[in-house]
Structure formats: structure tokens, C-alpha cells
């Protein structure tokens, strides 16, 4: 699997980054150095291996029902680039 | 039993058979929100049910509210689904203003519900079996407001994080009449278990409808997604659009796109969604942040210990033990404030009267559906703000039944009862409205109306059977509809 | 460095208990030599007014003896914990000026015990890197420098400035976080105590999350008394955190002293790797002599999947980045460009172009890559799949043994610039620390000796999962046997 210069700008705008058209030859080459490096898992046979998405052998706490949190706007908005009326603020979208 | 009528869009080259199934998001009643401690509450002041979890702010974290896990199981066993007592959260990844954290917590590989499904009532006795795939639980996105300024798109995250269920059917639809009963019947049960309260204008019920078109036999043609519509009556305006849309580009010689639209009530359309134009790789993977969810057998039996009678076995109970008529039964178990109101009634009923429940069902059933709803949908009020009780509706209809006023005057009495609140007896008492069933007085009314209509009693008696009701309308007008027409008409045989 | 930054955390404590000396003494003295010490670019922010008003309270609690272990200890905070009020930055131009309106669950536990802020301390950017040399606030030095030579070298990383300001005694500890080896390779770098302990200890909120099962918030120290003494008050169960885990904390500090006598010792076989340096594999022979020699059972293991680690974390890591760091839009906090005439998008793109550094990137695309349609099997599903062999082949050899000791990290401390073109060099640099963080289990750094050169290396121990007190107890016998008392020289003194 080899990563080339559409990849990577696929790639970059699904991860909504800019990359400049004179830098995807560059990052495809880096990206493929470390994905070929990875290349060596498949020197394992993983077929009847559960994978592992946690470190903790513990249970979900769950939360009570309760109202505990809110009524914070202005903490909420505080580091905000972009506020106005209590809203954030960003460019126009159209839908 | 299924519908016999196959619903068809006619096109040039022969009839179109349409696919529909649908994905209905249902707001969770809690208080708090999926994943954190903030109100779930609707309408609140922009960003003012909003923590800092569900702002994304930088290293918060997601914590489960049990109740939103309760609620989706007691859903799901309503639904008569598949219950995973092990299930897991993915996060969902895409780009957008009102998605705080870049992701979505949903669950994507292994759902809390799977399988089940839901009988859909068509009418005229029609039913028809449409099957759930699976139900989830995810957060709710926040609200974009594109109209408040020229330049830019206002965010409120108020909804963000609120616990939805997203219930996805099987393509299992064949027409807009039974995409609208289905999310019909949805809405119905999730508001009978009450875990959501189906509220489509709040936007806390809204559905994904997906259309494709195909000639009979055929594969499945592919679909467009029309996300979020927000009615039953608009989701099947959607789809007769949509399939007629699919049908004329098919016959057009073009191909149809698999895309995201958008319905727009005001034109009755649907259009392409541009924001939702590129290809979608949500990248999901399981939340990091978050563990496996599990429950035990006894957490399940709880949830369904916790479930009322679902709306099929009360149609049932109303039809077999009640003796209704499936249509009635079928109209008051469509909503449960009505079902309980019924019920309600036919108890006060039986503690007046002492009969049985299946004596006085039929005539309380009528009562209800002709007289209550009627009046209650001319001023447009729930049952919930009927001015007359269970016990007042049950008082009157007892008048009936021991013949103190007749079924008409039951009528008049009603009508006062709904406009001032007071209750049968007394209005009957000061209108002076009992019946006369003194059959004294009415043999003397009947003879000074015999005599004074010679000319129609000679006809009667000449063979003019019709004439019958012409006497006993006169005895009526003479009491003011007061007398009780089983003597009157006795009486009327025994003296013509 | 005077004679109040020259004390270990345990010594101040009982200094301030006794009176010798008052809290507020003990902060400006260290606050003194930090402002003595930027030529190491440890300190993103320093916070002196903050410091002197938390040590005033100290003395308060002092003075009406209620005072917790740390109380009064002025320490660095990594910049990936989040300070209320005070500029928390996670090294990146992207949370420009952010200042949360939240404390940390970790800073907090500490606040509560008493202890003091000096400032918030430099770190690769958004914790990604081994070097310190990726933040956005410049590169960190190390205090060590090789004999002879004025060339500066790096602290490690990503949590170099917390390593840098306890070498340096401008701090008397500092928190950590530790993802692939974020604390203890630094630590061995610059010749100081750092412990990752089990995940879900400490908890991770309020903590800017880089790969969040990986994640492990930790401490700095210039000895394991130290280090156990931060543990104590950093770690324990937070609601806030699905990933923390509800058992009690013990007094890890009390634990301490015991002695490996009868204990077994793992020595894992695939440790040893190719071309690894004379000098330490040399030390690493001391170290199990030293544990041998003081009564501990020496048994050679096996963790057949370990150079299978590096790549499996190559992958889960930027993968769970990708997402993590998604949240950095320019919506609610940090930077953000504007494009003229640009939608969202274009908002998004330009903002994460500029906020972001280019080892960032690289991790969000491989991340994104990783993730993406068609490739999850093969990358991530497979890499998660290994995960497990990893974390099943400690479960076996726990069975097997207490702990395992291992070199820290495969070389010391190199010169900035050195690794800069070549990340795959770069991330060598945790090939003997990845493991544990795949596996969750507990591991501490501990200084050993120096090389040829005269640079700091340390050793690794890696315990059972929540047993960090045997992890403690078989660190102190190496640092009791090493008894390793160099200090670098002041070289970066006004």
C-alpha cells in the first residue's frame, strides 16, 4: 500500500489541513517511510486476536440523571475567537 | 396480513416500484445530556445548557447517564428487539460548526438494540410488518443558525451531546402512506414507554428517509438520503417527490446519485445538500474515552418490568375482552393520554353502575370517540385539558343507562358540562331535563294528539305505517324531548 | 542552586514541618533561579504571583498543622494540563491564548495537597515527540552537556521542559504525562526519577488528550521518595474520567524501603537490541547485579512481541490523535485564521494549517490514513489485534516474576537538530518505554550512571498493573546501588 500525492490530498482535507501542492510529494514520501516501517505487523498472524481498545480492566461508571453542569455561557464562550449575541460565530454556511 | 394495494409511480416505461427505509432520531427524555451533566432541556438561552464537555473544550471527557441507557433498552424491548447486554461507542468523525468535538459519540459496530419490529396499522384493517434493524444510541448535534447574519453562521450548542436513539428500519417501506404510518406507529410506542416524547416540531423526533425506485423483481436501485424531516406529513410528501424525481432522471437515460438531500416544506422538494456534496469517510473507531457499555439480566428485567401495556396488546384487550370494534380500539389506543383516559372512564363507570366492564365498554368507546374528541378537536385541546373528568363522563353516561335523560338530551347536557365544567346531575336537575317515562302523563299527551289530528290518525290506521314516527315526534316536541321514546312508542302501538 | 533548591521534595517537607525555613521562601528561592535558568526554555509561562500567594497559603496551613505532603512545594506543570485562568498551551500555536476555565483533576489533587505552581513547562507539541524540539514555543535544552563541550543537547521529550526544570533544580518536581515514554525517557535523559504508573490512576481530565488510551499523567522527581510523594496526591479515582479506576491509592511513600530481597526479576530477552550501545548494555548488567546482589532472583524472560510495539503504537497512536485533536478548529478556542471570501472549510483548513507543526500533521495524516476507508483493517483493527499479544505477553511473564528491568531509552541524550529530518530515528527513541503504554502497566525511570561522556542514563522498571509499589521499591534499590550523585553544571546561569 503506497501513499501518492492524491492520497495525501484527500487525505489532508479530510483532516481539514491546508497542505500546499508543492509539499504533497514530500509528506507522501514520509508518510509512506512510516507506513512501510508498520509494513512488519504483518509478519503476524492476528486472525483469531481480540484487539484490544483499552488499557483498564474496569466497568463504565455511569452518571445519575441529574442536571449538574450548565448555565456557564459565558465560561463556555470565553476563549471564543468569534461570539456574538452568546452564539459562536463562524463563516457563512450554506446547506 | 399485508396491504393488497401496491403503490406504484407511473412513469413512461411502466410502473416504478419504491424502496423506502427510514432512520428516525428520537430525543432520550432525561434531564441531562448523554454524556454530561447539562440540561437536556429544550429552549433554553443560546450556550446556556451547555458544559464544557459538551463545548469540547480541551482533555474533557465523556461519562454515560444510565438513565439514557435504561430509556434505549426499554425502547428496544418495546420494539420486541434483540437487546445486547454488551455494546460499544465509536466515535464518528466529520468536519462541522456545530460538531464541537470533530466526532460524534454513536454506536456504529455493535448497537445496544439489534433486530425487531414494528406492526404498522394502514387502516381498513390493513397491517403490515416493517422490520428494525438495529437502535443506537449517539449525541445530538448543536444548532447552526445561517439566517441571523449576512456573513456568517451562528452556533448554539444547547443540543449538543443530548441523548438520542437512532432507529433504523429496514428497507421494508413500499409507499409514502406506510413510511407515515410507520414513523406514525414509532412515535406511538415511544410515547406510550415515554423515551420520547415524539415532539416533531421541537425537532425531538425527526427521520433520514431513504428512496430508491425500482421495476418490480428488480434489485434495489440506488438511494438518495433526505435528512431530517421533521413531519409525518412531510416525510411522505419527501418520498412521492423524491420516487418521482429518481423515476424521471431513470427514464431520462441518467443515473441517479447516491447523495444527501434536503426537503424543503415550502416548495415541496427536495434538493441536494451542499454541505454534504463530498464523500463521507467517518473514520470510525471505538471511543478511547470510553469503555465497553454493559448490563446484567436483572438491569433487563427492571427495563421491562418498567413498561406499561404497549399499544398492540391494549388494541387487543380492547377488541377480545372489551368487545370494541377494531376500529375504535384502533383509535384510542393511537395515543395513550386517550387510552388512559378511556380506561379511566370505564372504571368510574363500573363503580357507579356496578356492571360489568364489557357491558358498558361499547357505549363509553362511542361516547368518547364521537362526543369527546369531537368537541375536544373543534376548540383544539388535548385530552389532557378536558374540562369534563373520567368521573363527570361516567356520571352522565350513567343518566343514560338508568333512563333519567335520554341519549339525545345526553347530548345537550354534554355540550353545557364542556362549556361551564359544571357536572351532568346538576344541570339536568336545573334544566329540568329528566325524562318522563310517567306513563299517566304521557297517555294523556298522546290522547289530546290523537284528537287533534283526526286526518293523520285515519291515514295511519289505512295502512300509512310511516306515519308512526310522525305521532311520536309530536309527543317529543310536546315534552321537550323529555319522554322516555320506549314508553312513548308502547304506548303510541297500544292507542293508534 | 542554593541550598533551598537543593533539597528533594521529602526533605523540604520536613524542613517546612520543622520551621527551618517558610514556604514563601522556599518558592522565591526556586522562582529566583528560574528566572536565572531561561537559556533552557523550560518554562512556557511562569507564574511567580500565583506561586508566592499559593505559598502564602501553604504557610497558613503550616502554621495551623493541617499540611499535606506537599505542602509548599513549589512544582512545573507540563503545559498539557489545564490551569484554571493560567495560559495552557500543549506547546501548539493552535490553543493560542486559551486559558480554560477549569483545573486539571491532577493539578487540582495537587493544589489540594498544598503544593505550589511555579509555572507551566515546555513539551513537544501536543505531547508528540522525543526530543522537546517540536514546540511551537521553541526547543528545550537540556541542563546536561557532554564533558567538555558546549554543545546543547535535548531533554528528551515531550514532557522535556518538566524533566529540564527538576534537573536543573528549578523546580522540586514537576508533572508529566507519559504516552509512548513522554516521561521516563526525559527522565533518563537528564538524569532524574520519572514514573508512568498504571492507566486509569491518574486521571486524564483536564489533561489535553493526545491518544487517550495511552495517555498516562505521572510524575518528575529527583528521587523515588519524590516521585512516590507526587503519586500519592496526583493519583485516584475521578468520577470525570470513564477510564479511571475505583480502588484506593496506597501510601505509596510508606511502601517504600522494603527491599527486593526474594523478589524475582525479569531481564526480557528482546530488550537487547541490535546496535544498542556497549555503554548501555553495560549498565543494564550493573543493574541486574545490583538487584541480584541485594537479594533479588534474576530470571531471564521472554516478551516475544516487543519489536512489534514501536509500529502497533505507530499507528493506534495517530489514529486516536486524529480525532482528538479534530476539536482544534477555531470554533470556540485558540487560533483562528480567517480567509477572505472563505467558507468554513476554508477556516478550518487555514487555521489547522497554521496552529499545527509539521510532526503534528504528519501524525494527524497518518492518523487520518490509518482510519480511513479500506484501510482500518489493515492499519488499525490489525494494530489494536497486536496490542493485545503485547499486553498478553506482560499477563504471562508477571506470572512469572515481580518486575522486569530494562535500559530506559536506547541512547542518552543527543545533540538538538540531530534526529529532526528523521522521524523514524526520532521514534526509536521509545522503543524500550512503548510497551508498557500499549500494555497500561506501571514503570519508572530511574538514573543509573553516566556515560563515557559524562550524560545521564537510566534504567526501567516495569511492574504489574496497579502495583506501582513494588515498582517504587525495586527503583529505590537501583537508586540506592547506583547512588548516582552527579549534577550537570550550571552552565545556564545568567
Wanted: proline share 5%; with cysteine.
Amino acid at each position: 500500500m503506497s501513499v501518492d500525492k492524491d492520497t495525501v490530498r484527500r487525505i489532508a482535507h479530510l483532516a481539514r489541513v491546508q497542505v500546499a501542492e508543492e509539499k504533497l510529494d514530500a509528506l507522501a514520501g514520509e508518510m509512506n517511510n512510516i507506513l512501510d516501517w508498520v509494513e512488519q505487523l504483518n509478519e503476524l498472524d492476528v486472525t483469531d486476536v481480540e484487539p484490544m481498545t483499552s488499557a483498564v480492566e474496569t466497568t463504565l461508571h455511569w452518571r445519575e440523571d441529574k442536571v449538574t453542569d450548565g448555565n456557564k455561557a459565558e465560561d463556555v464562550l470565553a476563549n471564543a475567537p468569534d461570539a456574538e449575541y452568546g452564539f459562536f460565530s463562524v463563516p457563512k454556511v450554506i446547506e | 396480513m399485508n396491504t393488497d394495494k401496491t403503490y406504484t409511480v407511473k412513469g413512461v416505461t411502466g410502473d416504478w416500484e419504491i424502496v423506502v427505509g427510514l432512520e428516525v432520531h428520537a430525543q432520550v427524555i432525561s434531564n441531562a445530556k448523554l454524556f454530561s451533566g447539562a440540561s437536556a432541556a429544550f429552549g433554553a438561552e443560546p450556550n446556556a445548557n451547555v458544559s464544557l464537555v459538551d463545548a469540547a473544550m480541551p482533555g474533557m471527557l465523556p461519562v454515560i447517564n444510565g438513565e439514557c441507557v435504561r430509556q434505549a433498552v426499554r425502547t428496544g424491548l418495546a420494539l420486541g428487539a434483540q437487546i445486547n447486554k454488551w455494546s460499544r461507542f465509536d466515535r464518528k468523525n466529520y468536519f462541522y460548526a456545530d460538531l464541537p468535538q470533530g466526532y460524534q459519540i454513536s454506536q456504529f459496530q455493535f448497537p445496544i438494540v439489534g433486530e425487531g419490529e414494528v406492526v404498522v396499522d394502514l387502516g381498513e384493517g390493513r397491517t403490515k410488518t416493517v422490520g428494525i434493524e438495529r437502535l443506537h444510541l449517539e449525541q445530538d448535534a448543536g444548532k447552526s443558525l445561517h439566517d441571523q447574519h449576512p456573513d456568517a453562521t451562528y452556533v448554539d450548542l444547547n443540543r449538543s451531546g443530548v441523548a438520542l436513539m437512532e432507529i433504523v428500519s429496514k428497507p421494508d417501506m413500499r409507499s409514502p402512506e406506510e413510511a407515515g404510518a410507520y414513523v406514525r406507529k414509532l412515535r406511538t410506542i415511544l410515547r406510550y414507554i415515554g423515551s420520547c416524547d415524539g415532539n416533531m416540531e421541537e425537532g425531538s423526533m425527526r427521520a433520514d428517509v431513504n428512496v430508491s425506485v425500482r421495476k418490480s423483481g428488480d434489485p434495489l436501485g440506488t438511494r438518495c438520503e433526505i435528512k431530517n424531516v421533521n413531519s409525518m406529513r412531510f416525510v411522505m410528501q419527501a418520498i412521492e417527490y423524491e420516487a418521482r424525481r429518481q423515476v424521471d432522471i431513470i427514464e431520462d437515460g441518467g443515473m441517479i446519485k447516491q447523495e444527501t438531500r434536503l426537503f424543503d416544506p415550502n416548495k415541496g422538494e427536495t434538493r441536494s445538500m451542499r454541505s454534504k456534496e463530498e464523500a463521507h469517510d467517518y473514520r470510525y473507531f471505538p471511543d478511547p474515552d470510553l469503555l465497553p457499555l454493559e448490563f446484567d439480566d436483572a438491569f433487563m428485567t427492571d427495563a421491562k418490568a418498567s413498561l406499561p401495556e404497549l399499544p398492540d396488546a391494549k388494541k387487543i384487550r380492547f377488541t377480545e375482552s372489551l368487545g370494541l370494534s377494531g376500529y375504535n380500539a384502533s383509535v384510542l389506543v393511537a395515543e395513550k393520554e386517550n387510552a388512559d383516559y378511556f380506561e379511566a372512564l370505564l372504571a368510574e363507570i363500573v363503580k357507579a353502575t356496578g356492571k360489568g366492564e364489557r357491558e358498558v365498554a361499547k357505549q363509553a368507546a362511542n361516547w368518547v370517540i364521537s362526543d369527546l374528541f369531537g368537541h375536544l378537536n373543534k376548540s383544539g385541546a388535548a385530552i389532557s385539558d378536558s374540562p369534563v373528568s373520567p368521573a363527570g363522563g361516567a356520571e352522565l353516561l350513567k343518566l343514560i343507562t338508568d333512563g333519567v335523560i335520554s341519549g339525545r338530551i345526553a347530548k345537550d347536557v354534554f355540550e353545557i358540562m364542556y362549556e361551564t365544567g359544571k357536572s351532568a346531575a346538576a344541570i339536568v336537575e336545573e334544566k329540568g331535563l329528566q325524562q318522563v317515562s310517567d306513563t299517566g302523563e304521557i297517555e294523556a299527551l298522546i290522547d289530546q294528539i290523537i284528537a287533534g289530528n283526526p286526518g293523520q290518525v285515519a291515514a295511519y290506521r289505512g295502512g300509512k305505517d310511516k306515519l308512526f314516527g310522525f305521532f311520536v315526534g309530536q309527543v317529543m316536541k310536546a315534552t321537550g324531548g323529555k319522554a322516555n321514546p320506549q314508553v312513548v312508542n308502547k304506548l303510541l302501538r297500544k292507542k293508534l | 542552586m542554593t541550598d533551598l533548591t537543593r533539597l528533594t521534595i521529602a526533605g523540604a517537607r520536613d524542613g517546612l514541618k520543622k520551621g527551618d525555613f517558610s514556604a514563601r521562601e522556599l518558592t522565591s528561592a526556586h522562582i529566583a533561579e528560574l528566572e536565572a535558568a531561561r537559556a533552557l526554555n523550560a518554562y512556557i509561562v511562569e507564574t511567580p504571583d500565583q506561586a508566592l500567594r499559593m505559598a502564602d497559603k501553604a504557610d497558613q496551613r503550616l502554621k495551623e498543622g493541617d499540611a499535606p505532603g506537599l505542602c509548599g512545594i513549589p512544582l512545573a506543570i507540563k503545559d498539557l494540563f489545564c490551569t484554571e485562568g493560567v495560559l495552557s498551551t500543549a506547546g501548539s500555536h493552535i490553543l493560542n491564548g486559551f486559558r480554560p476555565r477549569y483545573e486539571s483533576t491532577v493539578t487540582a489533587n495537587l493544589w489540594r495537597d498544598g503544593a505550589v505552581m511555579l509555572g507551566k513547562v515546555n513539551m513537544d507539541e501536543f505531547a508528540m515527540g522525543s526530543s522537546n524540539e517540536h514546540s511551537h514555543y521553541g526547543p528545550v535544552k537540556n541542563p546536561w552537556r557532554a564533558k567538555g563541550s558546549d554543545q546543547d543537547l535535548v531533554p528528551g521529550g515531550s514532557s522535556g521542559g518538566s524533566a529540564a526544570s527538576v534537573a536543573a533544580h528549578i523546580a522540586m518536581g514537576a508533572t508529566g504525562t507519559d504516552t509512548g515514554g513522554s516521561i521516563r525517557q526525559p527522565a533518563a535523559l537528564t538524569g532524574i526519577v520519572g514514573m508512568k504508573p498504571t492507566y486509569g490512576r491518574c486521571s486524564r481530565w483536564g489533561v489535553v488528550a493526545f491518544a487517550s488510551s495511552l495517555d498516562h499523567p505521572g510524575p518528575f522527581g529527583r528521587t523515588v521518595r519524590d516521585t512516590a510523594i507526587m503519586l500519592g496526591s496526583m493519583a485516584g479515582y475521578d468520577a470525570k474520567d470513564s477510564t479511571s479506576v475505583n480502588r484506593p491509592v496506597p501510601d505509596y511513600e510508606a511502601g517504600l524501603g522494603k527491599g527486593v530481597k526474594g523478589m524475582k526479576i525479569g531481564v526480557p530477552k528482546e530488550y537487547r537490541t541490535d546496535g544498542m550501545p556497549e555503554e548501555i548494555d553495560a549498565l543494564w548488567q550493573k543493574g541486574i547485579d545490583w538487584l541480584r546482589d541485594q537479594g533479588a532472583e534474576i530470571v531471564v524472560v521472554s516478551l516475544p512481541h516487543t519489536k512489534y510495539a514501536l509500529p502497533a503504537y505507530y499507528i493506534v497512536a495517530p489514529a486516536e490523535a486524529s480525532s482528538n485533536l479534530a476539536r482544534y478548529d477555531g470554533v470556540r478556542y485558540g487560533l483562528r485564521e480567517k480567509v477572505d471570501g472563505g467558507g468554513l472549510d476554508d477556516m478550518y483548513e487555514a487555521t489547522r494549517a497554521a496552529g499545527f507543526g509539521d510532526e503534528v500533521k504528519r501524525r494527524i495524516l497518518i492518523g487520518t490514513y490509518v482510519l480511513s476507508a479500506g484501510y482500518y483493517d489493515a492499519y488499525y483493527l490489525k494494530a489494536q489485534k497486536v496490542r493485545t499479544l503485547i499486553a498478553n505477553d506482560f499477563h504471562s511473564v508477571f506470572k512469572k516474576v515481580d518486575a522486569l528491568l530494562t535500559p530506559t531509552a536506547p541512547n542518552a541524550a543527543f545533540p538538538l537538530g540531530d534526529k529532526l529530518d528523521d522521524p523514524l530515528a526520532m521514534y526509536f527513541n521509545d522503543v524500550f518505554t512503548v510497551p508498557a503504554n500499549l500494555a497500561g502497566v506501571p514503570a519508572i525511570s530511574v538514573p543509573a550512571g553516566l556515560t563515557g561522556d559524562g550524560l545521564p542514563l537510566g534504567l526501567q522498571v516495569i511492574g504489574k498493573a496497579f502495583d506501582e509499589e513494588t515498582v517504587f521499591t525495586v527503583g529505590q534499590a537501583i537508586e540506592d546501588a547506583a547512588d548516582f550523585t552527579a549534577k550537570p553544571e550550571a552552565w545556564w546561569r545568567d
